[in-house]
């Protein structure tokens, strides 16, 4: 006898994000993975929705890092051992923000193409205050750095 469960799970087509992370919103289940499995997007590896980044000792205080994602190009900085993921995408013009300069000691990244300047420990714009940038959830991992791009 099957269980009840079963034929209900086969019509969910979509799950609700909880205001645990950065914005509420909808993932699709071909997206997230189901019961724990994971999948392959090319030659990234992605479980439940988080998708797996460089090794932590890649990701340098000097210099953003992008990984690129089925979802959206990700920059990730590090400060003070403290990893924060987003769009690589400036608040001002869309332009990526993964040439621009990362100056360590401050945590504010500039933008190369109009010098838009950010708090990279917020994504606040210090040029724009009404802008920012696109967060996304990141978590250390096994050595990896993990991105879930929504």
Not at 78 to 96: G, I, L, S, V
Request: proline letters at 8%.
């Amino acid at each position: 006898m099957r269980p009840l469960w079963s034929h209900i799970t086969r019509q969910i087509r979509q799950v609700e994000v909880v205001p645990n992370e950065p914005e509420a919103g909808m993932l699709f289940l071909d997206n997230i993975g189901v019961n724990g499995h994971g999948s392959q997007n090319g030659s990234q590896l992605v479980i439940g929705g988080w998708v797996k980044g460089p090794a932590a000792a890649d990701v340098s205080a000097e210099r953003p890092y992008c990984l690129q994602t089925a979802v959206a190009p990700i920059l990730i900085l590090r400060h003070e051992n403290r990893f924060f993921a987003y769009k690589n995408e400036c608040a001002h013009m869309a332009m990526p923000l993964d040439g621009g300069l990362l100056d360590a000691e401050s945590a504010i990244l500039t933008c190369p193409w109009h010098g838009f300047r950010y708090d990279i420990t917020s994504g606040e714009c210090l040029t724009a205050p009404q802008a920012q940038l696109e967060p996304y959830p990141v978590r250390i991992q096994g050595g990896h750095v993990w991105v879930r791009p929504g």
